[in-house]
T-cell receptor
Framework: GENVEQHPSTLSVQEGDSAVIKCTYS??????FPWYKQELGKRPQLIID?????GEKKDQRIAVTLNKTAKHFSLHITETQPEDSAVYFC????????????FGKGTSLLVTP | DGGITQSPKYLFRKEGQNVTLSCEQN?????MYWYRQDPGQGLRLIYY???????QKGDIAEGYSVSREKKESFPLTVTSAQKNPTAFYLC???????????FGNGTRLTVT
C-alpha cells in the first residue's frame, strides 16, 4: 500500500521565519495531497490541499508544492507566528484504498517569539 | 461544530471487554473512516466505508470491527483481541473521492 514519509519530526523556528515540511509518497497512482494541522487535544483541521494536476498552490502565508516525478510534496509557511505552533500532517490518497488518506507521522512545529 | 459527532470523549474499560465507539455524521457524506492516533505514529487507518452495508479493512484492522447499516453512522468496536487498544480514535467522513476528510473530535480510550 501507500507509504508516506514526513520530515522533520520536530521543527523549531523563530517568529517571522519560514518553516518547510517535506513528504514523500510511494504510490505513483496517488493524486490528492492534503495537509492537516492538529493542535493539542483537538481534531486535525485541513489547512491546504493540492491535486496532481497542479504543481503549486498558495493561500496567504501557506503554500504547497508538488513534484509528481520525484513523488514528493512540501508545505511552506512564511512569516510564522506563535499560533502556527502545532503538529502538521501530510497525507496522500488514491483509488487503491478507496481514497482513504494515508498520513505521514507528523511534524511538531514550535514557533518561538 | 463540524457535523461529525463522536461519543463519548473519554472511555475507560477493563482489559478483556469489548467496547463500541460511536460516530454519527449529518453531512450526507457517503464515505466514512476510522483512524487510530498514537504519539509519534501519525494517523493509521483502521476501517473505511464508501457506501452503506459495505466496508474495507485498513492497515491495522486486526482486533477491530465495524458496521455501516445507516449512511449517518459508522460505529467501531474494539474487541478483546486488540492487543494494545489504549489510543485516541478519530472518525472522519468525506463527500467524494479526493476530497478533504472532516474529522470528529475523537474518543480517547483507556484500557487497564
Amino acid at each position: 500500500g501507500e507509504n508516506v514519509e514526513q520530515h522533520p519530526s520536530t521543527l523549531s523556528v523563530q517568529e517571522g521565519d519560514s518553516a518547510v515540511i517535506k513528504c514523500t509518497y510511494s504510490d505513483s497512482a496517488s493524486n490528492y495531497f492534503p495537509w492537516y494541522k492538529q493542535e493539542l487535544g483537538k481534531r486535525p483541521q485541513l489547512i491546504i490541499d493540492i491535486r496532481s494536476n497542479v504543481g503549486e498552490k498558495k493561500d496567504q502565508r501557506i503554500a504547497v508544492t508538488l513534484n509528481k516525478t520525484a513523488k514528493h510534496f512540501s508545505l511552506h509557511i512564511t512569516e510564522t507566528q506563535p499560533e502556527d505552533s502545532a503538529v502538521y500532517f501530510c497525507a496522500a490518497s488514491n483509488s487503491n484504498s478507496g481514497y482513504a488518506l494515508n498520513f505521514g507521522k507528523g511534524t511538531s512545529l514550535l514557533v518561538t517569539p | 461544530d463540524g457535523g461529525i459527532t463522536q461519543s463519548p470523549k473519554y472511555l475507560f474499560r477493563k482489559e478483556g471487554q469489548n467496547v463500541t465507539l460511536s460516530c454519527e455524521q449529518n453531512l450526507n457524506h457517503d464515505a466514512m473512516y476510522w483512524y487510530r492516533q498514537d504519539p509519534g505514529q501519525g494517523l493509521r487507518l483502521i476501517y473505511y466505508s464508501q457506501i452503506v452495508n459495505d466496508f474495507q479493512k485498513g492497515d491495522i484492522a486486526e482486533g477491530y470491527s465495524v458496521s455501516r447499516e445507516k449512511k449517518e453512522s459508522f460505529p467501531l468496536t474494539v474487541t478483546s483481541a486488540q492487543k494494545n487498544p489504549t489510543a485516541f480514535y478519530l472518525c472522519a467522513s468525506s463527500s467524494r473521492a479526493n476530497s478533504p476528510l472532516h474529522f470528529g473530535n475523537g474518543t480517547r480510550l483507556t484500557v487497564t
